[in-house]
């Protein structure tokens, strides 16, 4: 039996479901609200854990491609002293292949591979329960039902509703996120001070991150504490307006630091938000979530990696499930499994995130010190 599948999202987890059930032969519908793949930039670098989502990549038969495209050099990081010492600065060893990065518009290419995404299909209501199934209402008026919808449509998920009341959180850290493009050429400086993998500088209640992308692209993460409104008085569109305020906050720290924002091109506000650690709901037929829908939480390089592996294993149950019945004790088995794994994560990157954006900035170093293979 084929069940009607739905998975609402185009992001790493829903691209991974959907990837994985192809190769199972199993249809399944990926309904993405985004008009194309290229419709907004596809953000930084992932690294994918060895037991994790390159365990997902070699369930969708995707792993050789993946090793060909991502950059094992990516693991080495860095941290500075706000003067500009370097503090740490870890490398990875030859044929260390536990946490390579890739891009994740190259991950993005890599999945979707033969799948047929309906794009510019923005889902605002998901409604259990119906004699046909699971109706899924489209925001140009049109519906559609399935057996099972899969919401992976990330924080503010329109699928989560049918299942749980919960709302992400702010956190109180904001990132603002700006790139350097061509840094080898361009700023040949900065491009040895970053490395060939990330750098880090942490101060009182404020980092500065910048990662190295392919193609001398690198993505540069101002971090701070603030009220969700620490910009009423700024225009987030004035870019000469965000650069001077980001100057300003980071005042003192040494000048290839701050060139990191001078050189900027662009800046994005993106406050961090969070579900409940534990976050869990009695369990509907017919719907489920995965990834940040399920368990959003700081983005410390697991989110990612748990979504994919998720979307596979949800994937897998699916397509050994022969009946309606079968189908929703496999969702069920799923559920708890999910629960139990993104509960410990999330307390841990939870955790983490208040060390690395503290007002003692030797709690950043120390606990990469615990992280970070000796």
Not at 131 to 153: H, I, M, S
């Amino acid at each position: 039996m084929r069940h009607r599948i739905a998975v609402v999202g185009g992001g790493p987890a829903g691209l991974t479901l959907a990837r994985v059930l192809h190769r199972h032969d199993h249809p399944v519908t990926v309904l993405e609200r985004d008009p194309a793949p290229d419709a907004r930039p596809p953000g930084g670098a992932l690294d994918m854990h060895e037991g994790m989502g390159q365990l997902a990549l070699d369930k969708a038969g995707l792993l050789t491609e993946f090793q060909a495209l991502s950059r094992p050099e990516g693991q080495a990081m860095r941290i500075l002293d706000a003067d500009g010492t370097v503090l740490r600065d870890w490398r990875p060893r030859p044929g260390d292949h536990a946490n390579p990065e890739i891009d994740r518009g190259q991950l993005r290419d890599l999945l979707l591979g033969p799948l047929d995404v309906q794009w510019g299909r923005g889902v605002t209501e998901v409604v259990p329960g119906t004699p046909d199934g699971v109706l899924v209402r489209f925001a140009d008026g049109r519906q559609e039902t399935f057996d099972l919808v899969a919401g992976a449509d990330g924080a503010w998920s329109r699928v989560r509703p049918a299942v749980s009341p919960a709302t992400p959180r702010y956190t109180g850290v904001t990132f603002v996120e700006t790139a350097l493009d061509d840094i080898d050429t361009r700023h040949p400086g900065l491009a040895r001070l970053v490395g060939d993998g990330s750098m880090a500088v942490y101060g009182v209640n404020r980092a500065l991150v910048a990662q190295r992308n392919s193609g001398g692209h690198v993505k540069v993460y101002a971090q701070f504490r603030a009220p969700l409104d620490w910009h009423t008085n700024l225009n987030l569109a004035d870019v000469e307006a965000v650069r001077s305020s980001l100057l300003a906050l980071f005042d003192g720290w040494a000048a290839p630091l701050l060139d990191l924002l001078r050189h900027g091109t662009a800046f994005a506000h993106r406050p961090l938000h969070v579900l409940p650690v534990s976050h869990t709901w009695a369990h509907v037929p017919g719907v489920t979530l995965l990834g940040d829908a399920a368990h959003l939480m700081p983005p410390l390089g697991v989110g990612a990696n748990l979504a994919m592996l998720e979307g596979a294993e949800l994937a897998e149950s699916v397509a050994a499930a022969p009946g309606p019945g079968e189908l929703d004790e496999a969702v069920r088995a799923f559920e708890k499994q999910m629960w139990a794994r993104a509960g410990k994560w999330a307390k841990i990157t939870t955790a983490g995130l208040e060390r690395l954006v503290s007002p003692d900035p030797a709690e950043a170093i120390a606990f990469f010190d615990q992280v970070q293979p000796s």
